[in-house]
């Protein structure tokens, strides 16, 4: 089983509807977890990190469930500036020493007008 | 944005080249990394350095050589590599190393070795 799976789309999903996309991940021991965005030929930038209780951020709403070891991102009313490619990135937990970030593939995201 | 700077930001070097990416973080963090991003692959974490100090190493190649003279300062020495090593090369700082603390990437060098 990989790392972090993400289905690698791409989504093709109309302006203004709601689009939900999962991420699984291998390491029971994670503690961490974030979602990231990249543009087309630009660094990876901080969406949000996904918090156990879930959390919101505006249009955004993440949510972790460890039992299943899946994190989801669901984005409402899309826009055309949402078009990126999301990576799911979980750190490693191995606890207290240097804990560099394991990043998913990504899912790839068109809004279309 | 001027967080995490990389040069240079494009670079094409021959296998007998020896080249040096620069990465400065203006954060004040204490931890910074060297990542790979190869075309349909994730991101691959190379080195990782808290304070100065290497703290790992991903199974790079020795053609791959880190430097880290300060907290705000990163290099990467390339010698004698091949072309499957063209990537694009991300820089990452964090507040530190510990786990929760969110990484900030600079905007890369997109190396090409003919």
């Known amino acids: 089983r990989k790392e972090v799976e993400q289905d690698p789309g791409p989504f093709n999903v109309p302006e203004g509807a709601t689009v939900a996309f999962n991420c699984t991940y291998s390491n029971s021991a994670s503690q961490s977890f974030f979602w990231y965005r990249q543009d087309c030929r630009k660094e990876p930038k901080l969406l949000m990190s996904v918090y156990s209780s879930g959390n919101e951020d505006g249009r955004f709403t993440a949510q972790l469930n460890r039992a299943s070891q899946y994190i989801s991102l669901l984005i409402r009313d899309s826009k055309l500036s949402d078009s990126a490619t999301y990576l799911c990135?979980?750190?490693?937990?191995?606890?207290?020493?240097?804990?560099?970030?394991?990043f998913g593939k990504g899912t790839h995201l068109i809004i279309q007008p | 944005e001027t967080g995490v700077t990389q040069t240079p930001r494009h670079l094409v070097m021959g296998m007998t080249n020896k080249k040096s990416l620069k990465c400065e973080q203006h954060?004040?963090?204490?931890?910074m990394y060297w990542y790979k991003q190869s075309a349909k692959k994730p991101l691959e974490l190379m080195f990782v350095?808290?304070?100065?100090?290497?703290?790992e190493n991903n199974s790079v190649p020795s053609r791959f050589s880190p430097e880290c003279p300060n907290s705000s300062h990163l290099f990467l020495h390339l010698h004698t590599l091949q072309p499957e090593d063209s990537a694009l090369y991300l820089c990452?700082?964090?507040?530190?190393?510990?786990?929760?603390?969110?990484?900030?990437f600079g905007p890369g060098t997109r190396l090409t070795v003919t």
């Open positions: 954060l004040g963090h204490n931890a």
């Open positions: 990135v979980v750190t490693r937990g191995s606890g207290g020493g240097a804990d560099g970030l394991t």
């Open positions: 350095y808290s304070l100065e100090e290497r703290v």
């Open positions: 990452a700082s964090s507040q530190d190393i510990r786990d929760g603390y969110e990484q900030y």
